[in-house]
């Protein structure tokens, strides 16, 4: 739904989509991700799990660290990502992982998705990924201005000192558009639904006769 909506946008607001919606000032590159898929989800409260998965695609991340056993690359096939579903809490937890040391996991660091699945976001951010060498966090950055993220500030956490994030709404005008959109395709669904009804409904009356 969240990439059908942005297509349904005109060229001129796509390209205005590029400039940024919300605007993300991160003070550390995992509290900048984790602002980033906050910033996601304020923009696109209506997608689903699957839906954010395409939007933050597992490769931008594809890795986790060497210096902590984890479910993921390199220790595994699987990859890292941006996003995980919390259950994978129980996956850690059979296999005598902590979990907080791979993804933030405190309170109102823990995201729901529209089909009500929550979903944790990775900690680890690599300048010079384990995997493919490249900077995850600068990828991550480059990938979500499509959809209106913009990160303005990236700084260095100061040693002892919890990174956090500040996200500021920049297009309200665009926003108000993308939630008309999202409520005319969920609309049109509706009316979808509503015709197949109708023709069921009459076929059935016809073949009474």
């Not at 409260?45 to 695609?57: D, H, I, N, S, V």
């Not at 300048?127 to 060498?133: A, H, L, N, Q």
Request: glycine residues 6%; proline residues 3%; charged residues 25%.
């Amino acid at each position: 739904m969240s990439l059908k909506l942005i297509n349904k946008l005109s060229d001129k607001d796509r390209n205005s989509l590029k400039n940024g919606v919300f605007e993300v000032t991160g003070k550390a590159m995992n509290r900048t991700a984790l602002g980033i898929v906050d910033a996601m989800i304020n923009l696109y409260p209506k997608a689903t799990f699957e839906e954010l998965k395409e939007m933050l695609p597992d490769t931008l991340n594809p890795s986790a660290p060497v210096n902590y056993k984890s479910l993921f690359k390199p220790y595994s096939d699987r990859n890292y990502g941006v996003i995980q579903p919390l259950s994978i809490r129980k996956e850690c937890e059979e296999q005598g992982l902590d979990i907080n040391a791979s993804h933030f996991t405190d309170a109102g660091e823990v995201f729901k998705s529209a089909d009500g699945i929550e979903f944790i976001v990775s900690r680890s951010w690599e300048s010079k990924d384990t995997e493919i060498g490249e900077n995850d966090i600068q990828n991550l950055i480059n990938h979500v201005s499509q959809y209106g993220v913009r990160v303005v500030q990236v700084e260095r956490k100061e040693a002892f000192n919890k990174g956090h994030y500040n996200l500021e709404l920049i297009n309200n005008e665009l926003k108000n558009l993308l939630e008309k959109k999202s409520g005319e395709s969920k609309l049109q669904w509706w009316m979808i639904l509503l015709l197949i009804a109708i023709a069921v409904g009459l076929y059935f009356i016809a073949t009474k006769k």
